[in-house]
């Protein structure tokens, strides 16, 4: 355990450090070696449904998910998060912070191919819910702060976008 946390605090160092130097700071680079351990548990695929038109409009086409897939997902996310944290300004930092060590974060991917052929995943983050619906149908939260948060990355471009935390009410 103290190894993977030492390897976390490592990569995700890497990253900020090599991030600066980039002129694309979206793109991100997925590491060779799965040492970082993902809790499936806390990890739902739900269907995109054409017919609902969100959280992608009727044009993007339903696609499933490789086990190596999540995994870049969770990488990206992670790495993604990193950058927005590093990004507020001092004062939002307490309240708009996604915090991976103080939740234990749930999330759902809705998994589509745009009009361009490339695989876009829209994650759905939250730190507590009321039963096990979140396993099949998509939680939405009004406020809840930064226990709740949503974005969108694209496996092909390696790209996070539209990162958005839950407010307060």
Not at 6 to 31: A, E, H, M, W
Not at 49 to 60: A, L, V
Not at 73 to 81: D, G, N, Q, S
Request: with cysteine; hydrophobic share 35%; proline share 2%.
């Amino acid at each position: 355990m103290r190894l993977t946390c030492t390897f976390l605090i490592l990569f995700y160092l890497g990253i900020s450090l090599t991030s600066c130097s980039q002129s694309n700071r979206d793109k991100v680079t997925i590491p060779n070696t799965k040492t970082i351990e993902i809790d499936t548990s806390s990890i739902a695929v739900i269907s995109f449904d054409q017919q609902g038109n969100w959280p992608f409009d009727n044009s993007y086409k339903p696609i499933s998910l490789t086990e190596s897939e999540i995994f870049e997902i969770e990488t990206l996310m992670k790495a993604c998060v990193l950058d927005y944290n590093k990004s507020l300004e001092e004062n939002l930092k307490e309240s708009y912070s996604i915090d991976f060590k103080r939740y234990k974060y749930k999330r759902q991917y809705v998994a589509v191919l745009n009009n361009k052929g490339e695989k876009e995943i829209w994650v759905n983050a939250f730190c507590s819910t009321w039963d096990t619906r979140w396993k099949n149908e998509i939680l939405l939260v009004h406020d809840g702060g930064n226990c709740y948060f949503n974005l969108k990355i694209n496996l092909t471009t390696k790209k996070c976008f539209e990162i958005a935390v839950n407010g307060y009410a």
